[in-house]
């Protein structure tokens, strides 16, 4: 509860700020595209700075798209916009994948030391903290799976612009992009370590 907590209190946090951000008023981003542009990359990924993207690509998963005329591709048919918009959902949702996974890392122990039992309780805190960002990172790997198998049944396109995320789907469709593996092996070192701690008590150190 107090990790859930602490996860809200951050993003809320980020969505006080939003009018600090130069160039940005609320009132005119109403499009997906619009508000997935404000999401960047950053060489040092801080919470702030994560939970900043992560607010941006939420948002925009709850937005329509914009027009075909100003989408981020070039779309020529009806055909296109389908594929171009079951691969935007896709995409979207691998980048909160990677940035919910980035994020629980930071909280993450991947060893229980002994001479870090005095500090027992705060290091169960942050594996708390870290296995609720991973199973975010779970349910949009999760989604990034449902809009790639959307976007199977559409052969013989390619857009420009958007060949990365092309490529992102057939990664997925081969297997070679599978966050979920990873994801589940962090979770199951979570538990490990958890468990290593719980086990310390006054004779460890």
Known sequence: MRSRLFLLWTLAGVFLLTPAFPGVSSSRLIYREQLYRLYHQHFYASPQRIAENIYWLEQALRSDFANPLYALARISNEREW????????????????????????????????????????????????????????????????????????????????IQYWEDQHHRIRRGSLNYGRIIERHLDRVAEVRSAFEAMDESTY
Do not use: C
């Not at 890392?105 to 609720?132: C, G, I």
């Open 82 to 161: 389908e594929w171009y918009r079951y691969l935007f959902s896709m995409h979207i949702n691998l980048k909160l994948t990677e940035l919910y996974l980035q994020w629980g890392t930071q909280y993450m122990k991947f060893e229980a030391f002994f001479y870090n039992a005095p500090w027992q309780r705060q290091n169960l805190e942050s594996l708390e903290r870290a296995e609720e960002l991973f199973r975010y990172a779970l349910v949009y790997w999760d989604e990034a799976q449902r809009w790639s198998q959307e976007a199977a049944p559409i052969r013989f396109i390619s857009l420009d612009r």
